[in-house]
């Protein structure tokens, strides 16, 4: 199994983008899970699927190529 990329890795992907800015759109959501441990379970879910749906933004600017 090979490793999950990182957030650099995946930046450094992009097509006609500023690699530095998509790392830090990455952390800054990932960043957001950090307040879990503040809130009730129940809440979690919002978050992650916060988490998800900004990702998915990010992420579908990545070339797969």
Known sequence: MS????PGSLA?????GDA???????????G????LP???VTDHVAVFEGVQLRLSEILSNVDDS
């Open 38 to 40: 503040d809130l009730a």
């Open 12 to 16: 450094h992907r992009l097509s006609g």
């Open 20 to 30: 530095e800015e998509v790392e830090a759109e990455v952390e800054a959501a990932l």
């Open 32 to 35: 957001q899970l950090e307040a």
């Open 3 to 6: 490793e999950a990329p990182t």
